[in-house]
């Protein structure tokens, strides 16, 4: 089906879908807001569709004039000057909505839990994980998202083996998703005397909050163990068992919280994080058998697989995925030019999946 089939069938839907809403039951409240939700979500390619089709019919006149003005300069004149602003605007709108027609990512929308672990390098490895943890954590705060820290496991000098937080607000996974990964760091530890640049690893994963409606969780499934908080939360915590770990028996997925301020806020929080690990795989799952070419796109979210590399010394950040380094690793470790990384992998992989998907 061509592009131009495709828009004119959009718009005879559309334009269907307006006609069945101005004469529907209203006693079917269900199926009204289903028929009022498909409206909405069509109202914005539509528009799109409706300017691309004048500006189109624009073009052609334009053009026609050109030819029939040939006597008239002043006339001729004001028709090529349409005619070359709308060549320069019509392959931007035609590419604005393949995109809007690109298959959405149905957890765009949904929070995050953000999992962040110590990798190879020892006590570097936990000081460079604490150090990405407080990226998202100001990132976070730049986007005007909510950051509750759910579970930290620290080293004793600064670093943390693991930690995991929820992140909540307007399209988080959208925006994070593609932060799954091995992240490297190239710099001088402090303790090193010598002066010597170590490399070093942690581990982000990001997870879509997974909703109860989204995976069910039988109870029976689940062993409960109570214990002391050893990481951060103040004295009551660690002065009672508020600790909670939570294991699902059919999957041996393990969760643990402590940095709540009592156990029925751990476990809460924990069971938050165990569905969000069973949805994801599931996700997965369903992502591999349906995509043969995942790997060519920058998002497969696999948490082995070397992403970015922080390089202290050169002052450079490295994605690897994009081929892309910029010259702002202080800006980028203060969250505050992460935006230009992201946009770049989100462009890349919306181009990815334009060649792949606008001719099928």
């Not at 079917?28 to 028929?35: P, Q, S």
């Not at 000081?127 to 407080?134: C, E, G």
Request: glycine share 6%; net charge neutral; with cysteine.
């Amino acid at each position: 089906m061509s592009l131009k089939e495709k828009l004119d069938k959009i718009l005879t839907h559309y334009s269907k879908l307006s006609e069945q809403l101005s004469t529907y039951d209203m006693s079917d409240t269900k199926g009204f807001a289903t028929l009022s939700k498909e409206y909405s979500s069509l109202g914005e390619v539509a528009a799109a569709v409706k300017e691309y089709n004048h500006k189109l019919k624009q073009f052609h006149d334009a053009k026609n004039m050109m030819e029939d003005a040939k006597n008239d300069k002043d006339l001729r004149n004001l028709a090529e000057m349409e005619y070359h602003e709308l060549k320069e605007d019509l392959p931007i709108i035609e590419n604005n909505i393949k995109l809007m027609l690109l298959p959405k990512d149905k957890d765009d929308d949904k929070n995050a839990i953000l999992e962040v672990r110590a990798g190879t390098g020892g006590e570097e490895a936990g000081l460079f994980a604490a150090s990405l943890l407080r990226l998202y954590q100001r990132y976070a705060a730049i986007k005007g998202w909510k950051f509750e820290l759910l579970n930290s496991q620290n080293t004793g000098i600064g670093g943390i083996k693991e930690a995991s937080a929820n992140i909540t607000g307007n399209g988080v996974f959208a925006r994070l998703k593609y932060e799954s990964g091995v992240h490297r760091v190239q710099r001088v530890p402090e303790t090193e005397s010598g002066g010597r640049v170590h490399t070093s690893a942690a581990t982000i994963a990001v997870l879509p909050e997974a909703e109860t409606v989204d995976i069910v969780i039988e109870q029976k499934d689940l062993k409960f163990d109570v214990f002391r908080a050893s990481g951060a939360g103040g004295q009551h915590v660690n002065t009672t068992d508020s600790a909670v770990r939570v294991t699902h028996i059919p999957t041996g997925v393990v969760v643990e919280c402590q940095d709540g301020r009592s156990q029925h806020k751990n476990k809460e929080q924990a069971l938050k994080v165990l569905r969000s690990r069973i949805y994801e795989a599931e996700r997965r799952k369903k992502d591999a058998e349906r995509s043969e070419d995942r790997k060519a796109q920058v998002g497969s979210g696999d948490r082995s697989e070397r992403i970015r590399t922080y390089n202290f010394p050169q002052g450079r950040v490295s994605d690897h995925r994009i081929n892309l380094t910029l010259y702002k690793i202080n800006q980028i470790m203060e969250g505050e030019a992460l935006d230009e990384i992201i946009d770049a992998l989100t462009a890349h992989d919306q181009a990815e999946k334009l060649s792949k998907n606008i001719d099928k």
